[in-house]
């Protein structure tokens, strides 16, 4: 099902015991129970355990056992990928850390060897930067969080929050241990879904940050056409300003972000795909003055009343900049607004015109309660696209949305088309 991002508590639930990682990490690097206890410096029947309590967990078998060792099978070797890529990004995170400070302690917590409750207090309070809302959420004590982060900040040897007037904040390094933390158990998270997708299982959920121009098309037919194939896969959106929702994708809390494409001087670290080609339109009600009229030009327009987003947008500058280009008067704007259903209601009341991506009410003008002006604006097309971050490998459940929104040919107001 889709549905809105509620607590973050649950993109922060971790799915998979991370003790039984670690051995069936080592097992699959030494090739044996044996070595791997070495290396571990715990028991073979405590190593052997926890493989077995991993394998029952996922419900298949992760190594080909023989007298010349252990080898991992397919599902084996999709989570052994994952862990290493976990690994990787808390590696990154030692050295930032370990680079900032000159502290070179290389604490259990960046080998995600820590006791989940304690992982688990970090991450929300990074969030919620509030210790009686994090209690709460997790059902502990607020002492029993300022303990865990107390145990946390010994073991590396820096603090990572400090307290504030309205709660406590991460420090810098807090926020550097935190997003690396929350990419790393984002690629456990996914572990689980290519394991139950090579047994042909599609499901999972697809986190998405929507900004305006992929709310009321893209999204939303990508989204039925997904869950009408696959309805065991789950969808949840995220609005909110560009800004927010970059940072939210650099730290992995989203999978990806759909909206107009930025300039790449704010897409550093992510990559860019196009989509579709959006065109900006003029907007009225049905009946307004303007749509009987035999012909119309821009200069019809030198009177007209506006509602348009604030000043700095960039659906504002590019109507400013068309209506100079064409020797016009800058708007007049009498209403300020970027929620659709406020500027629906305005153009159904008044006389007002805007200017906006047609397919955001394409309901609207096919049944005829609003009328799209026949006056082109070429020069404000845009590109409707995706960002994901750089060199990562999207869940299964991803990479079906990321088909379903490259099959998607075109928006309204012309007809769309589909390939099957």
């Not at 007037?165 to 420090?171: D, L």
């Amino acid at each position: 099902m889709a549905e809105n991002l509620n607590q973050a508590a649950l993109w922060d639930a971790i799915p998979l015991s991370l003790r039984y990682l670690r051995a069936f990490y080592q097992v699959s690097r030494c090739g044996s129970v044996s070595k791997a206890s070495q290396a571990l410096r715990r028991a073979q029947s405590a190593v052997s355990r926890a493989v077995l309590q991993l394998e029952a967990e996922l419900a298949v078998p992760l190594f080909e056992r023989s007298v010349r060792g252990m080898l991992p099978t397919e599902f084996g070797a999709a989570l052994l990928n994952r862990v290493e890529r976990a690994n990787a990004h808390m590696e990154a995170a030692y050295r930032e850390i370990a680079s900032s400070t000159g502290v070179m302690r290389h604490a259990p917590l960046y080998d995600l060897y820590v006791v989940e409750r304690q992982l688990s207090v970090l991450l929300e309070l990074g969030r919620q930067r509030h210790m009686s809302t994090v209690a709460g959420l997790l059902a502990i004590s607020q002492p029993a969080v300022s303990l865990a982060v107390r145990n946390i900040e010994e073991s590396l040897g820096i603090t990572l929050f400090e307290r504030t007037v309205r709660g406590v904040r991460p420090t810098p390094l807090g926020e550097t241990l935190i997003h690396y933390l929350r990419l790393a158990l984002n690629e456990v998270r996914i572990a689980v879904d290519e394991i139950a997708a090579i047994r042909g299982v599609k499901q999972g959920e697809v986190r998405v940050g929507a900004l305006s121009l992929a709310r009321t098309y893209l999204l939303p037919t990508a989204v039925t056409r997904l869950l009408c194939k696959y309805p065991g896969i789950r969808v949840s959106t995220m609005e909110g300003p560009f800004d927010t929702l970059a940072t939210s994708l650099r730290s992995g809390e989203i999978d990806l972000l759909l909206g107009a494409l930025r300039p790449l001087r704010y897409t550093e670290g992510l990559e860019r795909e196009p989509l579709l080609k959006d065109e900006m339109a003029m907007v009225v009600r049905a009946g307004h003055p303007l749509t009987v009229l035999d012909q119309i030009g821009f200069e019809c327009l030198e009177e007209a009343e506006w509602v348009l987003p604030h000043r700095h947008t960039s659906t504002r500058a590019l109507l400013e900049s068309a209506a100079a280009r064409r020797g016009l008067s800058p708007p007049r704007v009498l209403v300020e607004s970027t929620d659709l259903s406020v500027i629906r209601e305005v153009l159904l009341a008044s006389e007002l015109i805007t200017a906006i991506s047609a397919h955001q009410f394409s309901r609207e003008i096919s049944s005829g309660i609003l009328v799209r002006l026949p006056l082109r604006l070429s020069e404000t097309s845009r590109e409707i696209g995706m960002l994901r971050r750089k060199y990562d490998r999207p869940s299964p459940a991803a990479a079906l949305l990321i088909a379903e929104m490259k099959a998607i040919e075109c928006i309204p107001s012309e007809p769309a088309t589909y390939r099957a």
